[in-house]
């Protein structure tokens, strides 16, 4: 049989990894400068733990997984006819207790949940693992991939927003990956439907509007006069979609627009608080079509895009008020945002932000030509290593060529090479292996040598 993948899965390959372990360290060191704590919650999660949380659309993307023990003949009659309900799209515990997590949001408000009464709050969280969705695999979407998110709950304050909108200009920054860091309100979003056809129509109001960027204005009004609106309502909304300028000229459009509501004017003036404190950064948009699709958010939501590249959004996220409270604990505030790491990845490669040296391993190779010769290398590799210099010794006396083209499939920059001659006369030759450029110096002054020639440093 020919081995394959599951679609929406991926191998990666070490050059490929090492990419990816760059921007994770990148976002994770500047998690840690902001004051976020490490958290890692289980890849399963109780099913009821998960739907209903991302709306109906999120339900149907869930993985369950089949309860174990399914085969024993005592379960085998009622399992049979439960799997007809499984099959319709429905949850059955006998059949189906536990599923793949869709994301870290929910899975943190339930760790926050179960431990609430231990957590310093506020408790700013970080979290880097997979999660799985049962979506149709394409670019920049896949079915398993992981997330980075950063968390702040216990705490209304703006503050944490603004500082979640400066963490993604700062992550943005380090990549050197030119961005738009793009905020909203849910509270704006609400009063929109409430002046419109009322607040029960937020959901599919919010849902055609979050379409401008992909259908353009007239078939969007187009949607909305299928969706119930009238002439009056379209003129509404088609106002608040156009309204341009800078950040401060929009917010005082919008504030007008929406003079007779007290829950647009308190979103406008969250939003003002957020952008006030984060600075005059032209990083930052006010994005009146931004919507985001998860239930749970209501108020600030940002969203990430990748400037000069065809890619969906890198990056998003939102404060919800009170998403504890689906388990249990009432009045718990959070805000938070996540980054697509799979995404990030296209997109950086698809501009060649990738310098050459992210993918290099090993730093030198000691070549190996013979057993007297490699253990003198390998006693010199183990100093490279404890002066934190990554080394490696090619396993095998082989010919020379092969260890060559060892070394040049691993990027590998620079070789060193021992052999009777050298040991006779206490010497090391040390080969840049892309110019042919060799040195012969003493063994004594070969680490003198790798950092004043090769800017190798000694982190030992």
């Given at each position: ?32 400068l902001y004051g ?161 056809t009322g607040a ?175 253990q003198h290398a ?83």
């Open positions: 049989m020919k081995p394959i993948l599951p679609q929406g899965t991926r191998d990666f390959k070490p050059e490929v990894l090492r990419r990816r372990h760059f921007i994770i360290n990148t976002i994770r060191n500047l998690f840690e976020f704590e490490p958290l890692e919650t289980p890849a399963l999660e109780n099913v009821e733990t998960l739907l209903g949380k991302y709306g109906d659309e999120g339900d149907k993307l869930i993985f369950k997984i089949l309860n174990n023990g399914l085969d024993h003949p005592s379960k085998q009659e009622s399992a049979r006819s439960e799997f007809e309900k499984v099959i319709a799209g429905k949850t059955v515990s006998t059949i189906t207790e536990r599923a793949l997590r869709y994301d870290l949001t929910i899975p943190f408000a339930r760790f926050v949940a179960m431990n609430y009464h231990e957590l310093p709050m506020p408790f700013k969280r970080y979290q880097i693992q997979p999660v799985w969705r049962a979506d149709r695999p394409q670019k920049g979407r896949y079915r398993e991939f992981y997330q980075c998110d950063a968390d702040v709950a216990g705490t209304y304050s703006l503050q944490a927003d603004a500082e979640l909108a400066l963490l993604y200009r700062d992550v943005f920054r380090k990549l050197n990956l030119p961005v738009s860091v793009k905020l909203n309100n849910r509270k704006i979003l609400m009063a929109l439907a409430e002046l419109t029960e129509s937020f959901r599919p109001v919010t849902t055609i509007i979050d379409k401008l960027d992909k259908i353009g204005i007239e078939k969007v009004k187009n949607e909305l006069i299928n969706a119930g609106l009238t002439d009056e309502h379209i003129q509404f909304v088609e106002k608040y979609l156009t309204i341009q300028g800078n950040i401060r000229e929009k917010i005082n459009s919008l504030k007008d627009l929406f003079k007779n509501s007290e829950t647009g004017l308190q979103g406008l003036n969250e939003l003002e608080t957020i952008f006030n404190l984060a600075g005059d950064d032209p990083v930052f948009d006010l994005d009146t079509t931004l919507a985001r699709g998860l239930d749970y958010y209501t108020g600030t939501i940002y969203e990430v895009k990748a400037l000069n590249v065809k890619m969906g959004s890198i990056g998003g996220g939102g404060r919800y008020d009170d998403l504890t409270g689906l388990f249990g604990v009432k009045g718990v505030p959070g805000t938070g945002i996540s980054f697509g790491i799979d995404r990030i990845y296209d997109v950086m490669e698809e501009l060649n932000l990738f310098t050459e040296n992210i993918s290099e391993s090993t730093q030198l190779i000691f070549f190996n030509l013979g057993k007297e010769e490699s390998f006693s010199l590799m183990q100093e490279c290593r404890e002066k934190g210099i990554s080394s490696e010794l090619y396993y095998d006396s082989v010919k020379l060529e092969k260890q060559f083209k060892f070394a040049d499939k691993k990027k590998i920059p620079y070789a060193v090479i021992i052999g009777s001659r050298e040991i006779s006369d206490g010497m090391v030759k040390i080969k840049e292996l892309k110019s042919g450029e060799e040195q012969t110096v003493k063994r004594n002054d070969f680490f003198s040598l790798l950092e004043k020639k090769y800017n190798f440093k000694d982190h030992s």
